[in-house]
């Protein structure tokens, strides 16, 4: 099981995150954007493209392992964190590819403005 989540900023600016069941963010969008319809469509292109084995690429840098995910005109769609194992890497791969079709979307956007102004108000 996994949701997205979509997320807004304190600078106005939208995001999502894909977290799995085990509360593990294993994606999270390469672009933010102005409009929450905007983090909708970036959603859709993820489930529309996550459950191509050849949309995920696999990179390696001096932190470690992670993979990126993009559409068939090879833009990013999302990045995953970095691994310390590969094979953790791909069992994230798995699942993004098994639950993401049916994955449930969790609206954020509101409760963090909501949260935002409950501190500026105890200050």
Do not use: P
Not at 20 to 28: E, P, Q
Not at 55 to 73: C, H, N, P, T, V
């Amino acid at each position: 099981m996994a949701k997205f989540q979509i997320i807004k900023d304190f600078d106005n600016k939208y995001h999502f995150n894909l977290k799995l069941k085990s509360g593990d963010i294993v994606l999270r969008s390469s672009d933010r954007t102005t409009a929450k319809i905007a983090c909708e469509k970036q959603i859709d292109l993820v489930r529309a493209n996550a459950k191509f084995a050849h949309r995920f690429s696999r990179q390696s840098d001096e932190q470690g392992s992670y993979f990126i995910l993009k559409d068939a005109d090879n833009q990013v769609l999302g990045r995953s964190g970095y691994y310390a194992y590969w094979l953790d890497m791909e069992r994230s791969i798995a699942a993004i590819r098994s639950y993401t079709h049916d994955a449930e979307l969790e609206d954020l956007s509101s409760q963090a403005v909501k949260e935002a102004a409950l501190d500026l108000v105890s200050e």
